[in-house]
Nanobody, 124 residues
Framework: QVQLVESGGGLVQAGGSLRLSCAAS????????MGWFRQAPGKEREFVAA????????YYADSVKGRFAISRDNAKNTGNLQMNSLKPEDTAVYYC?????????????????WGQGTQVTVSS
């Protein structure tokens, strides 16, 4: 069993930055692909970014490409999402997730474990 805890959310003005962290319990963190998803009020949970187990490949939603950067530190069982040039439309609850599947990283069904989420609010 793996437990995930996100942190780093908050309120920021448009154009600002936030760094989200995801801390994982368990010794198998390094075997999982990690993803970040977000869910705005009244909308479905959507893919933001993902990174392979060794950090060798990253994936981004078009809406965040060039502004967000995903990373991980397997030695510390942590992952991060650096968010720059934030926009009001980035406002959502952000979730980290881990999955063993080799399916599409954008598909939330490929992830086995989810955190409780952290709120990000971007004011205009």
């Amino acid at each position: 069993q793996v437990q995930l805890v996100e942190s780093g959310g908050g309120l920021v003005q448009a154009g600002g930055s936030l760094r989200l962290s995801c801390a994982a319990s368990g010794r198998t963190f390094s075997t999982y692909r990690m993803g970040w998803f977000r869910q705005a009020p009244g909308k479905e949970r959507e893919f933001v970014a993902a990174i392979t187990w060794n950090g060798g490949t990253t994936y981004y939603a078009d809406s965040v490409k060039g502004r967000f950067a995903i990373s991980r530190d397997n030695a510390k069982n942590t992952g991060n999402l650096q968010m720059n040039s934030l926009k009001p439309e980035d406002t959502a609850v952000y979730y980290c997730a881990l999955g063993l599947s080799l399916g599409l990283p954008r598909d939330r069904r490929q992830y086995n474990y989810w955190g409780q989420g952290t709120q990000v609010t971007v004011s205009s």
